[in-house]
């Protein structure tokens, strides 16, 4: 089973992590989601992360409570409690988590700094190519090759 960091590094060359402040306009947050065609943000203060921001917080927390995007700041809708895997991570062990507490994005931190950010699409991309995998090889190895 692979861990985060094999998946991070197989990500990296066609992913930059984008991070908002908590105190830039939420109006600003959309504009780069939308900007880059993400769904969440990792919220950096003095490069740790002190938040989440997702289409979600968005939806519920400050559309469906009748505030304003371009006066309302991140971290008052923000994810404050934001769960976060270290690199060692296993894929197993990240699906679960992902599934118990209902997460899309997962960050991953080391020493307090973020190395990246895990989505669940991320992860069942490499289930499923190491399902395949354990398929080829079984079929091989029941075809005696």
Not at 19 to 33: C, D, F, N, Q, R
Not at 49 to 56: D, L, N, P, Q, T
Request: contains cysteine; hydrophobic residues 40%; proline residues 3%.
């Amino acid at each position: 089973m692979k861990t985060v960091d094999e998946i991070l590094k197989s990500k990296a060359q066609h992913q930059t992590v984008y991070t908002i402040g908590p105190t830039e306009s939420v109006l600003a947050a959309l504009k780069l989601l939308a900007e880059k065609n993400i769904g969440a943000l990792p919220v950096v203060e003095d490069e740790r992360v002190v938040g989440i921001v997702s289409e979600r917080d968005y939806a519920r927390k400050l559309m469906l409570k009748g505030r304003s995007s371009p006066f309302t700041t991140v971290a008052e809708i923000m994810t404050a409690a934001v769960i976060t895997v270290e690199p060692k991570t296993k894929l197993d062990e990240c699906m679960q988590l992902m599934t118990d507490r209902h997460l899309r994005h997962l960050p991953v931190v080391s020493e307090g700094k973020l190395l990246g950010l895990l989505s669940i699409g991320d992860l069942v991309k490499e289930t499923i190519s190491e399902q395949a995998n354990l398929i080829s090889q079984l079929q091989q190895y029941i075809r005696g090759e």
